[in-house]
């Protein structure tokens, strides 16, 4: 599976903050599996032109990990609104770099803590809406 040959698709504001986020706070990591890279490849379009079923700040996504079949549902937000108990997980983690940007029925390997792991996003869901 490679990751480079699936489009990353952010709206002008999302891809807005998180520039200014990671320029804030380099990593120096232009890994092809960082939040970094993800930027540095990604399509900006209009904001109200990213189709509902892409993975944006604060959308709320259910995946797939492949291996264990185990399905799992949070939203993606910024670092100083992650809350574990409440399901947001920041896009700084390695989930959240892993989707954002990513649409429904796509498939993503990513570098995880415990290893290489697979997952397929199987619902994405914008907050409020």
Not at 3 to 29: C, H, W, Y
Not at 81 to 104: D, F, H
Request: net charge negative; aromatic share 6%.
């Amino acid at each position: 599976m490679d990751n480079s040959k699936t489009p990353v698709i952010l709206g002008e504001e999302d891809f807005r903050m998180l520039k200014q986020f990671a320029e804030q706070f380099p990593s120096g990591n232009m890994h092809q599996m960082s939040l970094s890279y993800e930027l540095n490849r990604a399509i900006v379009i209009e904001d109200d032109k990213v189709p509902p079923c892409c993975v944006r700040l604060n959308s709320l996504v259910k995946v797939r990990e492949m291996m264990s079949n185990t399905e799992m549902e949070f939203s993606i937000v910024m670092p100083a609104l992650a809350n574990i108990a409440e399901r947001k997980i920041s896009v700084l983690t390695p989930m959240g770099a892993a989707l954002i940007g990513l649409c429904k029925g796509e498939k993503v390997e990513w570098k995880m803590p415990g290893g290489i792991k697979h997952f397929e996003i199987l619902e994405v869901r914008q907050e409020g809406v």
